[in-house]
């Protein structure tokens, strides 16, 4: 079991291949073939939140890479049980979670990867972008009519918005990624592939805890309906933007426990190939380390 865990099992298992087809009805919303149980996925996931602490110590002093996770999901998909339990190991001060919503009236009036750019994580530093760059093809896409605010040249009506469109906004979003991994950033793409029917139950679950009510909106339901434009959606962007520097993990996402499982095993494994080390003194700081100590234990 802890062998398999630690082998990149999962983010082989469960990454989009570049230029492939994905047809989300063919990927797992819960996958029956899981090789641990809940009570050892807890066991393996509090493993692998202590090394992540670890390779947080050490990304931070080598100051060379920064990380960027991006969680996608339709609603009630678990993105916020994913950072709160996944990343509950970390220090706080190495991280910062950003939570892209509808676009202000500043954020307008530039291009729309620019309040992403300004959200990215430094050197030694992790970033999470709860939704992402890519609410720019998916919800733009089941609505294009969010594209008209942008203001943009040459799109004045909903039949400007065609396929050429899209193409552009892929390849602007591949550019994008392309030149962050180039500056040393690693990016981790996670989509919580759920089921409609686990969502209707999350639903209903907000709906009748009065401590939940606070998260469900009646706009969720609207969304709801639109399921399968938005499956169609899902499928296009990760087909178009999953690539070898960047991939996609399409993750099972019905049960949480098994999520939050696959997501952290996949960061460990991924971050490990980093090859992060603590710095070596050379031999003038080990004799000036040596003195201090020297300084310290003769005092008083």
């Not at 989509?191 to 969502?199: F, G, P, T």
Request: hydrophobic share 35%; aromatic share 10%; no cysteine.
């Amino acid at each position: 079991m802890a062998n398999q865990h630690g082998t990149g099992y999962y983010a082989e298992k469960y990454k989009i291949p570049e230029g492939k087809p994905v047809s989300l009805r063919d990927l797992p919303t819960d996958d029956e073939d899981k090789t641990v149980n809940k009570a050892e996925g807890e066991i393996l996931l509090k493993s692998d939140i202590l090394k992540l602490e670890v390779l947080q110590q050490k990304l931070y002093i080598s100051n060379r890479y920064s990380i960027l996770i991006v969680l996608q999901a339709m609603d009630a998909g678990g993105k916020d049980s994913v950072i709160k339990h996944v990343m509950s190991g970390l220090n706080p001060q190495g991280v910062n979670v950003t939570s892209f919503k509808v676009p202000t009236h500043q954020e307008l009036q530039h291009d729309f990867l620019w309040r992403h750019y300004i959200a990215l994580p430094a050197r030694g530093m992790f970033g999470i972008f709860n939704r992402s760059h890519y609410e720019n093809v998916l919800v733009t896409r089941v609505h294009p009519e969010y594209v008209l605010n942008e203001q943009l040249p040459g799109i004045e009506k909903l039949e400007d918005i065609d396929k050429s469109f899209w193409d552009m906004r892929f390849k602007e979003i591949n550019h994008f990624e392309k030149t962050l991994v180039e500056n040393g950033t690693v990016i981790l793409k996670f989509h919580l592939h759920v089921s409609k029917k686990e969502q209707k139950k999350r639903f209903l679950e907000r709906i009748d805890d009065s401590v939940k009510n606070w998260k469900f909106s009646s706009a969720d339901l609207k969304e709801r309906t639109l399921w399968k434009d938005y499956r169609k959606a899902y499928e296009e962007m990760m087909e178009q933007t999953s690539r070898e520097i960047a991939p996609w993990f399409t993750v099972p996402a019905d049960d949480k426990w098994f999520t939050r499982l696959v997501i952290a095993n996949i960061i460990v494994n991924e971050l490990s190939k980093l090859d992060l080390q603590y710095p070596v003194l050379n031999p003038q700081q080990k004799i000036e380390l040596a003195k201090a100590k020297e300084d310290l234990q003769n005092e008083g």
